[in-house]
């Protein structure tokens, strides 16, 4: 690499930590014009900066070529699988810590995310994509809702984008459907009072989970800190990080849920890292 490096690039460990779990290059047709690590760098800086897909630097690949490599990996799960090894890798080096729980897991009620039109494309959604935007008549929000499932160390395990005016239990059986041939050792999920109602019989019946509510004390105004349900707050301010999750900027939801696990890669990368010598 000879151009100058950007806050968001992966290092030598970084890349070598990820790079084994990508799908390797096709054996047939025309030889990879421009490498892989710099169509990697040109996703994170994407989506850590939040520019147009054309308006990425012109020291990366094109940015229609950078486009077609994050269209490939989102449609064959490569993102998903990716993402799900370094949680597993990540909780097998914390596993010692007494807060890094291994049954113990939180969830909440989805994140509304104003609808933008998509950056960097034609000005109207393609087909299928309006059925996904709906309004939060609670929170007065046009758009979608992020929805996660994470663990005691904050980490991601699901993520489900849906319409912003699908109820808050509806979208929580999206995401533990996900989960439930996944993360075969969850045994207790925490979650707001928003799910309060047949969600908890349901989660039992269906996956063989408890579902815990943590609900705000009555009379109290004002914020205040819950047991469990922090944890998941800290995601959504670590998601919060990356200037395209400020808003959903995509035609599809399934973009949107690459764009978080994108962000999740990249923190989970260098957290592994860290921990190791240079």
């Not at 968001?8 to 054996?27: E, F, G, K, M, S």
């Not at 807060?99 to 994140?111: L, N, Y």
């Not at 046009?142 to 808050?168: E, I």
């Amino acid at each position: 690499m000879t151009r100058a490096a950007y806050a968001t690039d992966l290092t030598d460990a970084q890349w070598q930590a990820i790079v084994r779990h990508l799908p390797p290059p096709q054996p047939r047709g025309r030889p990879s014009k421009y490498d892989r690590r710099e169509i990697f760098n040109a996703l994170l800086y994407l989506d850590r900066t939040g520019c147009q897909w054309r308006l990425l630097p012109h020291d990366f690949p094109p940015y229609r070529s950078v486009f077609g490599y994050f269209t490939q990996w989102k449609r064959d799960g490569t993102f998903a699988r990716l993402h799900d090894v370094l949680v597993l890798k990540l909780r097998a080096e914390t596993a010692d810590r007494s807060w890094a729980g291994s049954g113990t897991q939180c969830g909440r009620a989805g994140q509304p995310v104003r609808q933008s039109r998509a950056v960097g494309g034609p000005p109207l959604p393609k087909r299928g994509a309006k059925a996904t935007i709906g309004c939060d008549k609670h929170k007065q929000v046009n758009g979608r809702k992020r929805h996660l499932l994470v663990d005691t160390l904050g980490l991601v395990l699901a993520v489900v984008v849906h319409s912003a005016g699908m109820q808050d239990r509806e979208g929580a059986r999206l995401v533990l459907l996900r989960s439930w041939t996944k993360w075969t050792r969850l045994l207790w999920i925490w979650a707001d009072g928003a799910y309060a109602g047949p969600l908890g019989r349901w989660t039992w019946e269906r996956c063989g989970w408890y579902l815990g509510l943590v609900k705000r004390p009555a009379g109290v105004k004002g914020w205040q800190l819950l047991p469990h349900r922090w944890v998941v707050e800290r995601t959504f301010a670590w998601l919060g990080r990356c200037r395209r999750l400020s808003k959903d900027y995509e035609f599809h939801p399934e973009s949107s849920e690459a764009m978080v696990h994108l962000a999740m890669i990249h923190l989970m990368a260098r957290r592994l890292t860290k921990r190791r010598p240079s």
